[in-house]
């Protein structure tokens, strides 16, 4: 069975960075279309960005637009999402999904990591 895990979330000011990693077992990556999405309190799940099958294609949503970068490693089953120009608004719970043939919400995901925490302070 597919498992997610998440990890390189934490805390940081407004303007920083933050690297989040999914580490991908139980499949071969490459059948996946990978994705991120996030939940703040009180919000509903929130697509951030996609990437297919071999990396060569990406989406994003619009809080991600200019900002954060998806991006796969193959050789290392691994997903990543590079974030930039944080903003306290992109507080939230962050997870890493698997599908596929993904999309854009989170019902077409059928495997999901535990979620990291990502907090930006002003």
């Known amino acids: 069975q597919v498992q997610l895990v998440e990890s390189g979330g934490g805390s940081v000011q407004a303007g920083g960075s933050l690297v989040l990693s999914c580490a991908f077992s139980?499949?071969?990556?490459?059948?996946?279309?990978m994705g991120w999405f996030r939940q703040a309190p009180g919000k509903a799940r929130e697509f951030v960005a996609s990437?297919?099958?071999?990396?060569?294609?990406?989406s994003e949503g619009d809080s991600a637009k200019g900002r954060f970068a998806i991006s796969r490693d193959n050789a290392d089953d691994t997903l990543y999402l590079q974030m930039n120009s944080l903003k306290p608004e992109d507080t939230a719970v962050y997870y890493c999904?698997?599908?596929?043939?993904?999309?854009?919400?989170?019902?077409?995901?059928?495997?999901w990591g535990q979620g990291t925490q990502v907090t930006v302070s002003s």
């Open positions: 999904a698997a599908d596929l043939q993904g999309g854009t919400s989170d019902y077409m995901y059928d495997y």
């Open positions: 990437v297919s099958w071999s990396g060569s294609s990406t």
């Open positions: 139980g499949g071969r990556f490459s059948d996946y279309v």
